[in-house]
C-alpha cells in the first residue's frame, strides 16, 4: 500500500511534509516520529505492516526530509518540533493515537505526555530513555553536522555501513536502502544529508533533565525497545527506567544498536503484541 503525501502548514508558513497509509481505516491510528534528522520514510515497511487495519501517520520535522528548510537554525529547536506535531495531529484529526517514537521522536513522545496527554493512548519508545549516554550523543552531534559529499550511492552505503557498524541490516541492498533514507543526490551529482546540517547547532550544552518528561509518562501504557548494542540507551538507564514503571514492557534486540530498525522479529512480535492490545482495550502484563 503506497503512501499518500500530505503538506501542511506550520503555524509560521513553513511546509510539513506527511505521509500516511491505510486512510479511512477504523482502528486507532499510529502516530509515527522519526529519530533526530531522519525521515518519516523510515517507517514504510513498518506502516505497509498496519495499513489494513489502522491510519499510520508518519512525519517529516522542518529541516528533514521532504520538509521545508528553516532560515535560521534555532527554529529546529525541540519545543518548536513539538508544537510543529502537535499543530500536525491537528491538521489531519489525530485525536487519539498509538505513537511510535524513534530515538527524538520518543522524546517528542515523552513532551506530548506533557503538553496534550490525551493524545496518547500507548507510546513506543525505541532506543531512547531520560538519560542519553555520552558516546552515543558524541557520535550523534558530529554525525549531523557532517556533509560528506559522497560521489555515489554504492559510497553512501559503504560510508554507512562503516560508521553504523551495530545497526541490523545484513545486506547490500538493505544497506543501500538505507542510505537513499539517508542521502540524496544533489545537483553537484554528489550525495549529501536528507536534513539541513545546521541542526547540529542547537546540540551543544549539557541535556536538560528529562526524567520529568519521562515521569509524565506514568500514565500512559509503555513499551520500550531497547537495541542491546546501543550507546545511546545504556542497560543501566534500562534498568532506572523499570525501577520507575515497573509495568513498563521492555524488548531487548540483541542484533541492533541505535536504534533498532523495527524490522527485528523480536522488535516487530513486540510492537505488534503491544498494538493489538492497546487497540483492543486490553491490559498490558506487568
Not at 42 to 47: H, L, N, T, V
Request: glycine share 10%; aromatic share 6%; with cysteine.
Amino acid at each position: 500500500m503506497a503512501a499518500l503525501s500530505r503538506t501542511v502548514s506550520t503555524w509560521d508558513g513553513f511546509g510539513l511534509h506527511l505521509r500516511v497509509w491505510g486512510e479511512g481505516r477504523a482502528g486507532l491510528p499510529l502516530l509515527c516520529l522519526p529519530g533526530l534528522v531522519r525521515s518519516g520514510a523510515d517507517f514504510a515497511d513498518f506502516a505497509e505492516r498496519h495499513a489494513g487495519q489502522r491510519r499510520v501517520v508518519a512525519i517529516d520535522y522542518l529541516g528533514r526530509g521532504g520538509s521545508d528548510r528553516a532560515a535560521k537554525p534555532d527554529r529546529y529547536a525541540p519545543e518548536l518540533m513539538l508544537r510543529d506535531v502537535l499543530d500536525a495531529c491537528a491538521a489531519v484529526h489525530l485525536h487519539r493515537v498509538i505513537l511510535v517514537g524513534t530515538s527524538f521522536g520518543g522524546l517528542l513522545g515523552m513532551g506530548i505526555a506533557v503538553m496534550r496527554p490525551g493524545l496518547l493512548a500507548g507510546v513506543v519508545l525505541n532506543d531512547i530513555g531520560p538519560v542519553l549516554g555520552a558516546a552515543g550523543e558524541a557520535f550523534i552531534r558530529r554525525f549531523v553536522a557532517d556533509d560528506p559529499e559522497l560521489p555515489d550511492l554504492d559510497t553512501a552505503a559503504a560510508h554507512l555501513r562503516t560508521l553504523l557498524p551495530h545497526l541490523s541490516f545484513s545486506t547490500d541492498a538493505e544497506w543501500r536502502r538505507f542510505a537513499t533514507l539517508t542521502y540524496v543526490e544533489g545537483a553537484d551529482g554528489r550525495w549529501h544529508p536528507n536534513w539541513d546540517t545546521r541542526i547540529a547547532e542547537l546540540l551543544v550544552g549539557p541535556v536538560r533533565d528529562l526524567w520529568p518528561l519521562f515521569n509524565a509518562l506514568a500514565h500512559v501504557p509503555t513499551l520500550l525497545l531497547h537495541g542491546a548494542r546501543s550507546s545511546l540507551l545504556l542497560d543501566a538507564t534500562v534498568a532506572e527506567m523499570r525501577a520507575v514503571r515497573p509495568d513498563m514492557q521492555v524488548a531487548t534486540i540483541a542484533e541492533a544498536g541505535h536504534a533498532p530498525s523495527l524490522a527485528e522479529p523480536v522488535a516487530l512480535a513486540a510492537v505488534d503484541g503491544f498494538i493489538a492490545r492497546i487497540g483492543r482495550g486490553g491490559c498490558l502484563p506487568d
